[in-house]
């Protein structure tokens, strides 16, 4: 087991475009958390997952963006119409329910010009 | 609500000085508090939690509800302590964890 892996490392993309990425957590987690970074702040809460059900969306993940876990291993998380906004590092981390530790990927850096 | 606040967004010190990054927290339950470290190039990794009650790599952290504190403490810095430190407070009835705004230690030599 190689920790949380998150797919693809970096995306650049165009105003106005959809991209995807891609969560692999630990395998005997059942919890599964995005959160987003930018510069100079902490990470901030987007949404968790309990094996395939998605329990709490924040308020900063706006119609556009979409998570979903569907079998209850790997995640991804969808934005569309990107904005240059949403240009941040999104982390993904896993923990077993009631460990309440996390366990964090390397992030995917999105670049929205 | 549910708040952690680091009132330092830069810490510089010589090697071999006390070390104090601060942390204070809002929250109206039994609060489970956590410090968070990232090394340059490196993913957001556990540095240590409140309940664990330990030393790792030298620092402690005692939680202080009084004065709803978590202050993270080392006697003496190293230059390989120089990193991006959170601290965290996971929010049990949400069931997550909320960072503050993070505190960059710089150790000089």
């Known amino acids: 087991d190689t920790g949380v892996s998150q797919n693809p490392r970096h995306k650049i993309t165009k105003r106005g475009q959809n991209v995807t990425f891609r969560c692999d957590p630990i395998?005997?987690?059942?919890?599964l958390y995005w959160y987003r970074q930018t510069l100079g702040q902490g990470p901030e809460f987007l949404t968790y997952?309990?094996?395939?059900?998605?329990?709490?969306k924040s308020r900063l993940l706006s119609d556009r963006f979409s998570a979903e876990r569907p079998k209850g291993s790997f995640s991804t998380l969808e934005i569309q119409r990107t904005e240059q906004g949403d240009s941040a590092m999104y982390l993904c981390?896993?923990?077993?329910?009631?460990?309440?530790?996390?366990?964090f990927g390397a992030g995917s850096r999105l670049t929205v010009l | 609500a549910q708040r952690v606040t680091q009132p330092e967004k830069l810490l510089s010190v010589f090697k071999g000085a006390p070390v104090e990054l601060k942390c204070n927290y809002s929250?109206?339950?039994?609060?489970?508090l956590f410090w968070y470290v990232q090394y340059s190039r490196q993913r957001l990794q556990l540095l240590l939690r409140?309940?664990s009650r330990e030393s790792i790599k030298g620092f402690t952290a005692d939680l202080n509800k009084g004065e709803t504190s978590f202050h993270l403490k080392k006697p003496f810095a190293q230059e390989e302590d120089s990193a991006m430190y959170y601290c965290?407070?996971?929010?049990?009835?949400?069931?997550?964890?909320?960072f503050g705004q993070g505190t960059e230690l710089s150790v000089k030599p």
């Open positions: 965290a407070l996971f929010y049990n009835q949400g069931g997550k964890l909320i």
């Open positions: 997952f309990q094996n395939e059900a998605q329990l709490e």
């Open positions: 929250y109206s339950g039994s609060p489970e």
């Open positions: 409140h309940i």
């Open positions: 395998s005997e987690h059942n919890r």
């Open positions: 981390a896993s923990s077993r329910t009631g460990a309440n530790v996390l366990t």
